[in-house]
């Protein structure tokens, strides 16, 4: 059965495992470059879904748009209405630690936010979300196997991209977290509420601490090295 944002109506046209980039285009992308059999499966609102094969692994990419809001949506139907096991986001994050450098992967181990999403959503009242253990582990051993080098680490979940007020150092000092995104914090506590894995890859696509910021097509390269982990750690 479909649901407000998803059309699908077989859940079986649905894998166990979605990954989600934040942009819909890119889990075509995504679609096109690695899946074989690959189904377009929802296009409601533009956020495109796709299922298909990865060495023989059935998997699901769909976009799950920009900040927790979208992500929170997205996620909690995929897990309640779909039977989703799995969600792993791949996305990219501006780094506040300064060892870090554009294209450097890193693997979540958990998201610190400001938001009130999990408290509203959940009654969890702690700033910090954990990613689940085990798919992030997964993604751990994925990239050691094929040798790319990854940060694991605490990133934090902003609701602000343009943020004028405070210092990201602040931030970055009190809770440890070494880049900013704007969707795991979401993610984690759907998955804790209703019992189920989620975990996050990130790039590094620009430095508050350097300024600098990668071109479209250089993000595009580096982001080759993170979907091969995610679809290596997809079960
Ligand atoms: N802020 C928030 N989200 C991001 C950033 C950033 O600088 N870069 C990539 N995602």
Do not use: W
Request: glycine share 6%; proline share 3%; hydrophobic share 45%.
């Amino acid at each position: 059965m479909a649901t407000p944002h998803i059309e699908v109506d077989d859940v079986n046209l649905i894998a166990k495992t979605v990954l989600m980039p934040g942009d819909p285009l890119r889990a075509k992308v995504i679609a096109d470059e690695y899946l074989t059999d690959a189904a377009l499966v929802n296009r409601v609102r533009n956020m495109l879904a796709y299922t298909g094969y990865y060495k023989g692994k059935k998997v699901t990419v769909m976009g799950s748009g920009m900040g927790m809001p979208s992500i929170g949506i997205y996620s909690y139907e995929l897990y309640s209405f779909y039977n989703v096991e799995n969600i792993i986001r791949v996305g990219s994050c501006g780094a506040y630690a300064p060892e870090l450098n554009l294209y450097d992967v890193i693997i979540a181990k958990a998201a610190y936010s400001e938001s009130s999403y999990a408290l509203t959503a959940f009654g969890y009242s702690e700033e910090i979300q954990e990613a689940s253990p085990e798919l992030t582990e997964a993604l751990c051993e994925a990239a050691k196997g094929l040798g790319y080098p990854f940060a694991s680490a605490v990133i934090h979940s902003s609701d602000v991209f343009y943020r004028a007020a405070g210092d990201f150092r602040a931030i970055r000092d009190r809770h440890g977290c070494v880049a900013v995104e704007m969707e795991s914090f979401a993610l984690f506590a759907n998955a804790r509420y209703l019992n189920k894995n989620a975990a996050c890859i990130l790039t590094v696509s620009d430095s508050l601490v350097t300024k600098q910021e990668t071109s479209a097509a250089e993000r595009q390269s580096s982001f080759r090295r993170m979907m091969e982990i995610a679809l290596e750690a997809a079960k």
